[in-house]
């Protein structure tokens, strides 16, 4: 892992140039190279290995499957999506509700949209749209962990909030904890009119989950587009209708 950052870059990348997989039960959108989808000029930025936004249908989802050495925050955008893993942990996550996973020295865990067979409800048939990103830790081994709060009410100040974060300035004020000192997520949901400003960072990755915004210097962003800016940060994003954006704050980056 490296803190050392490029000359100031922004680089915009628009939804329909992403990588994507689609089956019967999955529309999955890769930012990054993700499975069988592979460019090696696509790997990363900063310390963000997996941006991906995914649509499952109901009944089905990944099944039961391993991670190791890995913080994987998953971000419910509409809908329900289940959680069950090998340390035990298993509940739903919704939209509002922080979630976050230690892979560590090993965990088995699956996510699928059948939220019903807990709560014997009925079968509901809405798809569930999240948003999973994939850190680095900035130390492997460590013991699988997990870690869920819902921040619903804290979303409607329309400020930016950090929901995820290792760095010691979030102690105490963001939702949960990841396991790398250098990465924070935030998030806005931003009425119309409303505007936020970007932390500077040597890496930012901001990503446009719902709703058209403008960001400064730059012009028009829709939903799917993702902006990575080296070296430079402070720019206001400003929604023009009602509008979501998840924003990594990194301040190192995978060594080559």
């Known amino acids: 892992m490296s803190t050392a950052a490029n000359l ?3 680089d915009v990348r628009r939804s329909d140039e992403r990588l994507s997989t689609k089956i019967d039960w ?8 993700f499975g069988g989808r592979f460019d090696p000029a696509n790997t990363h930025h900063g310390v ?3 941006n991906n936004d995914d649509t499952v249908r109901p009944g089905s989802g990944f099944e039961t499957h391993p991670h190791r050495d890995m913080e994987i925050v998953t971000w419910v955008m509409q809908g329900s999506l289940v959680h069950q893993d ?6 739903v996550i919704y939209p509002g509700l922080a979630q976050r996973m230690s892979a560590g020295s090993g965990i088995l865990h699956s996510e699928k949209n059948d939220s019903w067979r807990l709560g014997g409800t009925d079968v509901h048939t809405d798809p569930v749209h999240f948003i999973q990103m994939w850190v680095v830790p900035d130390e492997s081994g460590i013991t699988p962990g997990y870690e869920q709060l819902e921040i619903d009410d804290e979303l409607l100040s329309g400020d930016l909030l950090p929901v995820a974060s290792g760095m010691a300035k979030h102690d105490g004020a963001s939702a949960i904890r990841i396991k790398n000192r250098y990465a924070a997520l935030h998030v806005a949901r931003l009425r119309p009119g409303q505007d936020v400003e970007l932390p500077d960072a040597p890496f930012l990755h901001l990503f446009v989950a719902r709703g058209d915004v403008v960001l400064e210097g730059a012009g ?3 939903a799917g587009d993702a902006v990575r800016f080296t070296g430079t940060g402070g720019q206001k994003v400003t929604a023009t209708e009602p509008a979501e954006i998840l924003v990594w704050e990194m301040h190192a980056t995978i060594a080559p």
């Open 8 to 10: 100031p870059r922004i």
């Open 26 to 33: 999955l529309d999955s959108k890769h930012s990054f190279s």
């Open 48 to 50: 963000l290995l997996v």
């Open 86 to 91: 090998s340390t035990g942990h298993s509940g």
């Open 220 to 222: 028009p962003l829709t």
